[in-house]
């Protein structure tokens, strides 16, 4: 069974969208004649509650176009489905060679949580039509489903660039939460380091001692002047994050909720 880690994957599908430049769904944007080879964001839309694409995924999952092949690769909510395969249910039992195994794949939530789930690369017939694609449950038995692969979004250079290159770059950002008075720089600083996206965040305040995201404590990387912090850079599907920070400043001292509301059209190099 393959690895991958998917957090990251589902943070740059999440950019693709929100950054620019998706293509329209009208059908000569959508033909897949017309889609160059590359890899895409795509929406990926079955008729179950059951089976679908992991939320961190904002629905979404990668698709790669490779000589006029197309496939799409997607993170689930669980392990409970242990194959798929491209076609009905009959078809799957009749064709073992060709079912579909699991990657495992580990998806990162808003909330900092962390979790092991299955994924699969299927093979995309047709865009923005409905195709047969069956599931292999833990009971071992096979369930029709039909899908449909919509909307690619080609990842613009910035959003790349993020996901494949270590380097620098900046993002606006602005925070809301507490009592209003507090902010920080922006823009702000995200630094990619082997894969793994961080923020840097200078705050309004000296008297910042740590923050909060998800379970993991980050203490500030500055002993003078306003505190500054290098947390996880991993807004949802809004650019929004939940963080806490606590602060001195009052009698006592406090750990106040905030959210971090990244402008994900604004992210690009330092170079740029």
Not at 113 to 135: H, K, N, R, S
């Amino acid at each position: 069974m393959k690895s991958k880690i998917a957090a990251a994957l589902c943070a740059i599908l999440i950019i693709a969208a929100l950054f620019a430049g998706c293509a329209s769904k009208d059908a000569a944007q959508t033909d897949e004649a017309a889609l160059a080879d590359g890899v895409y964001s795509a929406d990926f839309e079955t008729d179950s509650g059951m089976f679908h694409v992991n939320e961190a995924c904002g629905g979404k999952g990668t698709l790669t176009v490779s000589g006029g092949e197309m496939t799409i690769h997607i993170s689930l909510v669980s392990k409970r489905i242990i194959n798929i395969y491209a076609g009905t249910a009959e078809e799957a039992k009749a064709d073992e060679a060709n079912i579909i195994s699991p990657t495992t794949d580990e998806i990162t939530y808003s909330d900092g949580m962390t979790e092991e789930v299955f994924g699969f690369d299927l093979p995309v017939p047709v865009l923005g039509e409905e195709f047969d694609c069956a599931i292999l449950g833990e009971s071992g038995k096979w369930y029709d489903h039909k899908v449909k692969v919509a909307n690619p979004c080609a990842l613009p250079e910035a959003a790349k660039s993020a996901a494949l290159s270590d380097g620098a770059y900046t993002i606006e950002v602005v925070l809301d939460g507490g009592s209003g008075r507090a902010s920080v720089e922006s823009p702000a600083r995200v630094t990619v380091s082997d894969g793994k996206a961080s923020v840097n965040l200078v705050w309004s305040s000296t008297h910042y001692e740590y923050m909060l995201v998800g379970e993991t404590e980050y203490d500030r990387v500055n002993t003078e002047g306003n505190s500054e912090f290098s947390i996880p850079f991993e807004p949802d599907a809004d650019g929004n994050m939940a963080v806490s920070a606590l602060t001195t400043a009052m009698s006592e001292p406090r750990l106040i909720d905030y959210t971090l509301r990244f402008d994900m059209s604004t992210l690009k190099g330092e170079a740029a």
